[in-house]
């Protein structure tokens, strides 16, 4: 049975070793950043490792607790689950993980040690906070448009998984590492002792998680890259809870193909050898969740994007409904009226279908099956759709006309 996690022996081979199948020619300067960032993630993964097995000696009693009615939001990128993600996490019920975690301390020990740091950085006024919030708006707000994040932000819990290299954004520094184009099929790997490697690794997360910020409290995930990992994740989280947000794949597909061109021009190669096998990626992301919703039952709803943007209080409240969590509880914080931020938000992230080769006719061909599935909420009622003139990842359905 063939080992299907990527391995650090895979990355060094697929980055800077064998000869490129999917990218091409492999010059100097991406020989080296791609080096670089080998140098920091190698060490790093070591670190997080011995710290994730010091937990077992620190504090032992993290691994009985069971994560209690967890909320996993998943649905394909750029469908709105950043959006609900954040608007949830909000809630003081609720517990998510942040940034800083995910990269710096994975381990109870480590989360320890840093928010000790803070504790004493915000005794004498957070000039190591300050300097933080410097650094981010100098280095990384021309991401802003297309994904604002920080460290002290709500984020993907899948950058958790990169000690075990099963983290799907290593794509970009590594493209042509077959393995890494496996993970979105993870619910049909041959090896079902890879898919529990990851799945226990996973669990132990946010075990630690929850012993550092109340195991009392609801644990709410966002990760778009778990969509091809729906049933392993039913299987490990029984009592779980699906928030699954759906958006028309003519919207979704050239604003991620769009999204993801920094990270290889940076790199130095042609971010469109990567658009094949994202475009295919997306499909079996929306095929698989389609094939799954029966599975899931009454543990999954679905939200359609353009009820999450256009009143998002009726949209939690919907959700709770429909997965049986208070009402109240899941709403706390928000305002009552539609009139919340993503009615006011306008993103400068622009692009056009023509850009990658693609046009609304052919993708609603190509994915009626998807249109004509009553589950999904994304009927076309007219002929009015996507402009082929700009498209921009705004709140209300992007490129999308107002009306018929």
């Known amino acids: 049975m063939p080992d299907m996690l990527p391995t ?10 064998s000869t490129p199948k999917i990218t091409g020619r492999r010059g100097i300067r ?18 997080h490792r011995f710290c994730l097995a010091l937990d077992h ?6 691994k009985a607790i069971e994560p209690k009615k967890p909320l996993f939001i998943i649905g394909p ?19 998510t993980f942040y940034f800083w975690e995910l990269l710096l301390a994975p381990a109870i ?3 320890r040690f840093w928010l000790g740091l803070y504790a004493c950085d915000s005794r004498i006024g957070h000039p190591g906070l300050r300097c933080l919030r410097f650094i981010e708006q100098h280095c990384f707000s021309s991401m802003d448009d297309i994904h604002a994040t920080s460290l002290m932000d709500a984020e993907e819990d899948y950058f958790g998984l ?12 590594f493209p042509d590492c077959e393995k890494l184009w496996k993970l979105p099929q993870f619910d049909q790997w041959e090896s079902s002792e890879d898919r529990d490697t990851v799945m226990n690794f996973y669990r132990g997360l946010l075990q630690r998680h929850l012993h550092v910020r109340g195991h009392e409290r609801t644990l709410v995930s966002k990760n778009p890259s778990f969509c091809g990992m729906l049933a392993s994740l039913h299987d490990h989280f029984p009592t779980a809870r699906f928030a699954i947000p759906i958006r028309t794949p003519e919207e979704t597909i050239p604003s991620l193909l769009s999204s993801m061109r920094g990270g290889p021009e940076l790199l130095g190669y042609p971010a469109a050898t990567l658009e094949p096998l994202l475009k295919e990626m997306m499909h079996r992301y929306y095929q698989h969740i389609g094939n799954q919703l029966t599975l899931l039952g009454e543990q999954a709803a679905v939200v359609p994007y353009r ?60 994915y009626s099956w998807l249109y004509d599935d009553s589950r999904m909420g994304l009927q076309v009622s007219c002929e009015s759709g996507v402009t082929t003139s700009a498209i921009s990842d705004s709140s209300l359905a992007p490129g999308v006309q107002s009306s018929c």
């Open 8 to 17: 650090t022996w895979d990355l060094i081979r697929g980055g800077l070793l």
């Open 30 to 47: 991406r020989w080296l950043l791609t080096a670089g960032i080998l140098l920091v993630l190698i060490p790093m993964g070591w670190f």
């Open 57 to 62: 000696l620190l504090f032992p009693s993290f």
């Open 77 to 95: 990128p750029r469908s709105g689950t950043t959006y609900l993600h954040r608007l949830i996490e909000k809630n003081p019920q609720f517990t």
């Open 109 to 111: 020990c480590q989360k």
């Open 162 to 173: 990169l000690p075990l290299h099963a983290c799907f954004l290593l794509i970009v520094a």
């Open 307 to 366: 009820d999450l943007v256009g009143n998002p209080h009726t949209a939690l409240t919907s959700l709770a409904n429909q997965l049986g969590y208070d009402e109240a509880t899941l709403t706390a914080g928000m305002e009552p009226a539609p009139s919340t931020p993503a009615k006011k938000y306008r993103s400068g992230h622009r692009y056009t279908l023509e850009q990658f080769g693609l046009n609304q006719s052919t993708l609603r061909s190509e």
